[in-house]
């Protein structure tokens, strides 16, 4: 049974944001752990982190992903 995004725990969605600012975990590795999909966990990063936060990740994890066949 999948959880909604509003189910997990304070750790878990703690230890996800942080798998997600991490550029050595892909969404791949977030997904086995919690079953997010890549869109879910950039809903949970949007509602958890400042928008100026949220952004400047996004413009990173896109940045370096046009550069990297597998960065995330």
Not at 15 to 42: C, N, P, Q, R, T
Request: hydrophobic share 40%; no cysteine.
């Amino acid at each position: 049974m999948k959880m909604s995004l509003t189910e997990f725990p304070d750790e878990h969605v703690s230890a996800i944001i942080e798998m997600a600012l991490s550029d050595h975990v892909s969404f791949a590795d977030i997904k086995l752990e919690y079953g997010l999909s890549e869109a879910e966990v950039k809903a949970l990063m949007r509602e958890n982190l400042r928008a100026g936060s949220y952004r400047a990740w996004r413009k990173r994890v896109r940045k370096f992903s046009d550069r990297r066949e597998n960065y995330k």
